[in-house]
């Protein structure tokens, strides 16, 4: 821990370049009907329970507490029994949101929000709702967003599902991308403060209660995606979301008469073939602008952020939470898996990766290209001056990202939406097509897409290796 815990001052520099994230993702609204946050009135900081205003509404239940709200049928679960290991980054209890609906098909949405590689950084971040729960509540006000960053439909939707399908909402507090896990509070040095790093329980915790009290067991079909950091968790916990999903018990509640009644309950996934009237169990990956590179800093004199990764992975504790197989592929510096190029090569279920080759968070954050620095994420868009020698990084970087990608799509039935717009979230159509509905013919084997192998690029101007998309959503510089 000793060795973990020390970082250079460039390391700093970097990770407060990092902070762009939290101010750019987060936008956190404000409650301010009463005065008070909902957990304040609901008993305060550290109250078990609802987090609601009236406390009539809780469903006590294993598991935490749950909160039905009016007008749909979400539900607010907050994991806050005695002894519960799943917390945010300030020891909040981690929640999350149920739409319950067909038990088959599932839609686990995990939201986004860049992450904290110092303690100087998580401790920032603890101290808003992408580090705590203390302002979640049921009416969304830190809950599942009516329209994704640039202004797509909501990202928790049934996309190339039973439209009732049953859907998730993980909000993102530990900063990890899911992958903390240690078991005692980290001290920040120089405070009083202590974090918690419990991002791979939350995680965990929260399959739990989806089986036991919403039918999780019962999926054949289950999307797991994200946005953003969101997106990045998508890569590196969609095989332990599917191998959790196989050692599931499934239970079969109007079993199809044969001359041997199956039992009330089996194990079907580690053993399908007892039930051959079942379709296989399907999971896949969507993640949307997580696909961050491994790319050197515009300013040499910044390291990139893949130092600041080393470190954070330490002290996060999370190398055990990264994919076995590309730990052994990169033994001595098992930190990489932490990043998209090096794990996706190694996911099992299929993925269909949506990405800008320009993305613009990489750009203004992670390259921290200059010109960027005062841009925003949505419209209206400010002019951009940029110079030669950004423009020529832009390209470079653009080239870079495609060939990064190039071992996740030489798996056949992978797919991909890669559009040449300077955009993070990617609200792109292509030749009048959707990427909902390309995601969808992707998912089904449709004829969308098919001819290409469901591989959608951006073919704008010199093939779309400039940022030449030029739609609403897509900031300058196009050229």
């Not at 993702?25 to 609601?52: C, F, K, M, Q, Y």
């Not at 609906?101 to 998580?122: H, K, Q, R, V």
Request: glycine share 10%; proline share 8%; aromatic share 8%.
């Amino acid at each position: 821990d000793d060795m973990a815990r020390r970082q250079g001052s460039s390391s700093i520099t970097s990770g407060i370049v990092l902070l762009c994230v939290v101010i750019a993702l987060a936008h956190p609204p404000s409650d301010t009907a009463n005065g008070v946050s909902h957990i304040e009135a609901a008993g305060g900081r550290g109250a078990p329970g609802v987090r609601s205003v009236d406390p009539t509404l809780s469903v006590s239940a294993r598991g935490g507490s749950t909160v039905p709200t009016e007008g749909d049928n979400r539900q607010f679960v907050v994991l806050d029994d005695p002894g519960e290991t799943a917390k945010c980054l300030d020891g909040s209890p981690y929640a999350f949101y149920v739409w319950p609906g067909n038990s088959s098909d599932w839609s686990i949405f995990i939201n986004g929000g860049g992450w904290c590689l110092t303690e100087e950084l998580c401790n920032a971040r603890a101290q808003t709702a992408l580090g705590s729960s203390l302002g979640y509540n049921i009416t969304g006000a830190w809950g599942p967003p009516p329209r994704n960053l640039n202004g797509g439909p909501p990202a928790y939707t049934c996309q190339g599902l039973d439209p009732n399908c049953t859907r998730v909402f993980m909000p993102y507090c530990d900063g990890s991308c899911l992958t903390s896990s240690r078991d005692e509070p980290w001290r920040v040095n120089g405070t009083n403060s202590t974090l918690h790093f419990r991002g791979l329980a939350n995680l965990d915790r929260t399959l739990d209660v989806l089986e036991s009290r919403f039918g999780l067991g019962n999926a054949r079909r289950l999307v797991l995606q994200g946005g953003s950091a969101g997106g990045l968790s998508t890569y590196l916990h969609l095989d332990h979301v599917s191998d959790r999903l196989s050692a599931m018990k499934h239970t079969v509640r109007q079993p199809t008469p044969v001359d041997t009644p199956m039992p009330a309950t089996v194990n079907l996934r580690s053993n399908p073939q007892l039930d051959p009237r079942l379709p296989p169990l399907q999971v896949v990956g969507r993640p949307v602008a997580g696909f961050f590179i491994d790319e050197e800093n515009f300013n040499p004199e910044i390291p990139s952020y893949a130092a600041d990764i080393k470190y954070g992975v330490a002290m996060f504790n999370s190398t055990l939470s990264l994919s076995a197989a590309c730990r052994a592929a990169h033994s001595g510096e098992e930190w990489r898996c932490w990043m998209a190029p090096y794990a996706a090569p190694f996911v099992r279920q299929p993925i269909f990766a949506v990405q800008s080759r320009f993305d613009e968070f990489q750009l203004m954050c992670l390259l921290a290209l200059p010109c960027f620095a005062h841009q925003s994420y949505e419209p209206p868009f400010a002019s951009m001056n940029c110079s030669l020698a950004e423009h020529t990084a832009i390209v470079r970087f653009g080239a870079e990202l495609v060939t990064q990608l190039q071992p996740l799509l030489a798996a056949s039935e992978n797919g991909v939406w890669l559009v040449s717009c300077i955009q993070h979230d990617v609200v792109c159509d292509l030749h009048g097509v959707t990427e909902e509905d390309a995601f969808a013919s992707w998912l089904s084997g449709g004829p969308l897409g098919k001819n290409t192998g469901y591989r959608w690029v951006d073919d704008c101007e010199r093939n779309g290796t400039t940022p030449c998309n030029t739609g609403k959503h897509c900031s300058p510089p196009h050229f």
